[in-house]
């Protein structure tokens, strides 16, 4: 019994593979627990998990954390994630850049209204934007600090800190002032998404698997499993199927981008 | 039986003043048990008239039929008339508000409110506004000494209004649940065994209350206490099993009983 | 009592089992206590470090900045959170003590027969609807409501959280309000009645007043129940560091802060201790209000005592 616990942005791809690879090797079965990444790298620390997913590098205190306790954390990069932007439909928003983000979301920033974006939305009458983010320690919001607003910066309060990377597409979905980032798996037909653009002059990338794969889309994450030494038997064995082909088709088709040209036809 | 209710037509010698109960006809149910048949009574203004008669015959359930107190239960249901000064009590017309104002009512616990004497005595102005507005401090402090010293209870309690009315003597509770009756000025008092709680000597306190009183209210006591309803009343009521039985001034009663049954309880024989 | 069963020598079946309810009806009284230390020393264990290192008392209850995540500079302000969850209760409380209390009056003194047990089994109903429930409804049919109602940008804010927290704690609240109500002896209300008050006046002039601490305890319990709910605020509140200053603004509980954040922090870590500095402060304030609660009770249930004793003793002397 494999354990495997931690980010909620992998835990439906975890669960695929898991469950994929239960019918293909009988005789492993891996538990798989969500939580978040934070609560995977907790249990690498404590020694109480085989792979931790996360969705955010371990930062090196947690790894000084993990060897005092006799665990080297073993990182693996198991895909992509395009952290996408999303607003209401009715927003006639069509791209955005990493600069404009910033001031938006970033400490001392000074973007408030969508007239300061040169926009006018539909049905939000008040022109307030509505910043959605995501609780404080989720990889999602570290990630997206680290690619946004750079390592010294922080968040802005006053934002509204969902606690899903679902919850963050719902609010924006039912609020037409609403902006927010969560994973592009967490699209739906009533959001829409921005082009995102790094610099003034770049170009103004959608985000999708394809643009998440060539890194031509400026906020794509890598996802990570971590073991506690270099894997053996059964733990090497899982790995290596979720590195091969097989394996990367299955995140592909859950909306992440594979780590290299795979071919899933 | 039937000789026994023609007696409760008796007709007082002094029943030339004007009635201050007339009942005709009283039948009450709760639910299918019938607890009053036929009652025919007429209580004299002005004097105190006691009901007696063993447990369960019917006179509690009489005395509550007056003011409709009864009807708290939901579930009792009353024919005939009950006239009081010419009113019909059971019009469903009536207020029962305005009527309860007219009868007082004293229990057989005593049952102060959860307030101060004073506010136990003011309750009933601030419940039915005599001027159309509850009476002012001066106006306060005067209906609440004039009550209680007709009850007999304000030497002993002027310094202490501010007391909580449960907090006193049971004999004291029982004469504040008087006092607190008369500055709306009732015309008929109902006591439903106003002693029973009370031990001899409060008891005797009360009862000299009640006697006092008499003449300035009409007076319907409820007793199971023979000694007392011949002390302390002017007329008197015998009833069984629902029926009134006989009815004349309390000293022929006692002396001279007109019907068997009456004697029999009289003697406590039963009940 | 074992006394009395040397005496009289006799240890049949009855005893014994008199006995071994004795003891596991005291083992769960203890247990109790025992849960309630235990869990006080594993809260204040696990905050210790943060209260008597980092612990800044200006900064705790003096300063918004709740960042205790930043990359260069954490912050642990909680004023924010302490506002918002008092905030939310507040307006909880005006929602629910009129709902409430008039349930409560309507039950108790109003309602007869069939009606009075049918709402009471709503009442008990409602108290069973889940917390994560309560937040759904607040994040999906309450949010789209109060923007399209109010025209403001987001829904998610005190008025909601405030209204589905009114909502979750007018059960309790009615309940125990009923209890008291119906504390209240009879015999007030057959005396005030036969002195002609309507049912309103006996209610409001009589049982109201009789029943006084029983409600302050329903409303304080009540606020408590407020004070503690995690989930239903975390998702209607909007769960944004602010310091409110309209009901329509987002606001964040200290409750909801824990719940969001616990479960991802590495245990021992400044963050972490921090969250458990936020649980002693929460344990303390409901453990005060409760502890209020239990007074009011008590004090209401010792003056109804004495004044039972006092006038029968007078009266046997």
Request: aromatic share 0%.
């Given at each position: 019994m494999i354990q495997n616990k931690g980010s909620d942005t992998l835990v439906n791809v975890a669960q695929a593979w898991a469950e994929e690879y239960a019918a293909l090797r009988p005789g492993t079965a891996v538990a798989v627990t969500g939580g978040g990444s934070g609560t995977g790298i907790a249990a690498m620390i404590n020694g109480t998990v085989d792979i931790a997913n996360s969705s955010r590098k371990m930062k090196d205190s947690e790894i000084e954390l993990a060897r005092g306790n006799g665990n080297e954390p073993i990182e693996f990069v198991v895909g992509y994630d395009a952290l996408a932007v999303y607003v209401h439909p009715d927003n006639p928003m069509d791209e955005i850049s990493l600069e404009q983000l910033a001031a938006l979301y970033g400490e001392g920033g000074d973007i408030d209204s969508w007239s300061q974006y040169g926009v006018e939305v539909p049905g939000c009458g008040s022109d307030e934007i509505v910043r959605v983010s995501r609780q404080n320690n989720s990889g999602t919001y570290v990630y997206f600090r680290e690619a946004v607003l750079g390592d010294r910066r922080d968040f802005r309060l006053g934002s509204r800190d969902m606690h899903g990377s679902k919850d963050v597409v719902d609010l924006v979905e039912n609020t037409p002032c609403a902006i927010g980032y969560s994973g592009f798996a967490y699209a739906t037909d009533h959001v829409k998404m921005p082009c995102v653009r790094k610099g003034e002059d770049g170009d103004c990338v959608s985000p999708s698997v394809d643009s998440a794969i060539d890194g031509s889309y400026p906020i794509a994450r890598p996802l990570f499993m971590y073991t506690s030494g270099q894997p053996e038997g059964v733990i090497r064995e899982y790995i290596d199927w979720v590195l091969s082909d097989e394996g990367q088709c299955i995140i592909y088709e859950k909306g992440y981008a594979p780590r290299g040209d795979v071919d899933c036809s | 039986m039937t000789e026994a209710s023609s007696a409760a037509g008796f007709t007082p010698a002094a029943a030339d003043a004007s009635a201050a109960i007339l009942i005709e006809k009283l039948n009450l149910w709760y639910g299918d048990f019938q607890a009053l048949l036929d009652v025919d009574l007429r209580v004299r203004a002005g004097a105190i008239t006691s009901l007696i008669g063993?447990?369960?015959?019917?006179k509690t359930t009489l005395l509550r039929s007056v003011n409709r107190i009864n009807e708290r239960l939901g579930y009792v249901r009353t024919t005939g008339s009950i006239r009081l000064w010419g009113l019909d009590v059971l019009d469903p017309s009536v207020e029962v508000a305005q009527l309860r104002k007219q009868v007082g009512m004293v229990f057989q616990r005593p049952n102060p409110l959860l307030l101060s004497v004073r506010d136990n005595v003011l309750f009933g102005t601030r419940v039915h506004l005599p001027d159309g507005r509850p009476p002012n401090r001066v106006e306060g402090d005067r209906i609440v000494e004039e009550a209680l010293r007709q009850v007999l209870l304000w030497d002993e309690l002027k310094d202490s209004l501010d007391r909580r009315g449960t907090e006193l003597s049971l004999e004291q509770q029982q004469k504040l649940c008087i006092a607190r009756l008369l500055p709306v000025k009732p015309r008929l008092l109902l006591m439903d065994e106003?002693?029973?709680?009370?031990d001899p000597a409060g008891t005797e306190a009360v009862e000299e209350l009640i006697w006092k009183l008499r003449g300035d209210y009409t007076i319907l006591i409820v007793t199971h206490n023979m000694a007392q309803a011949r002390r302390a009343s002017e007329e008197c009521v015998f009833m069984l099993l629902g029926e009134i039985i006989e009815h004349s001034d309390t000293a022929s009663m006692f002396l001279n009983p007109a019907n068997d049954q009456t004697a029999a309880y009289i003697e406590g024989r039963y009940g | 009592m074992s006394e009395v069963a040397h005496a009289a020598d006799r240890r049949d079946a009855a005893w014994w089992i008199d006995r071994v309810v004795q003891i596991l009806v005291l083992a769960g009284g203890l247990s109790a206590i025992v849960f309630i230390a235990g869990i006080f020393v594993f809260i204040t264990r696990e905050g210790a470090g943060f209260v008597f290192d980092r612990f800044d008392f200006r900064e705790f209850f003096g300063s918004p900045r709740w960042t205790p995540t930043s990359s260069h500079n954490p912050t642990y302000g909680a004023l924010a959170l302490i506002a918002g969850t008092a905030s939310v209760t507040g307006l909880a409380m005006v929602v629910s003590v009129p709902f409430s209390l008039g349930a409560a009056i309507y039950i108790g003194e109003f309602a007869t027969g069939r009606v009075r047990e049918t709402l009471k089994v709503l009442v008990e109903l409602l108290a069973a609807i889940p917390s994560v429930v309560w937040g759904f409804i607040g994040l999906s049919i309450m949010n789209p409501l109060i923007i399209q109602t109010f025209d403001v940008p987001v829904g998610l804010n005190v008025l909601n959280a405030g209204v589905i927290l009114g909502l979750m704690a007018a059960p309790i609240m009615t309940t125990i309000a009923e209890d008291a109500l119906k504390a209240v002896p009879d015999t007030y209300r057959e005396a005030a009645e036969a002195m002609g008050a309507t049912r309103w006046q006996v209610t409001f002039k009589v049982v109201l007043p009789a029943a006084r601490n029983g409600l302050v305890a329903a409303t304080l319990l009540g606020v408590g129940r407020g004070f503690g709910e995690t989930m239903a605020v975390l998702m209607a509140s909007g769960h944004s560091i602010n310091l409110p200053t309209s009901p329509f603004d987002s606001v964040r509980a200290l409750t909801a802060t824990i719940a969001a954040e616990l479960g991802e922090t590495a245990a021992g870590s400044d963050h972490y201790q921090a969250l458990f500095t936020l649980g002693i402060f929460l344990f303390l304030v409901t453990f005060a209000i409760n502890f209020a609660a239990d007074v009011f009770v008590r004090g209401g249930q010792r003056k109804r005592r004495r004044r039972g004793r006092r006038p029968a003793a007078s009266a046997n002397p």
């Open positions: - | 063993p447990s369960g015959c019917g106003p002693c029973s709680a009370l | -």
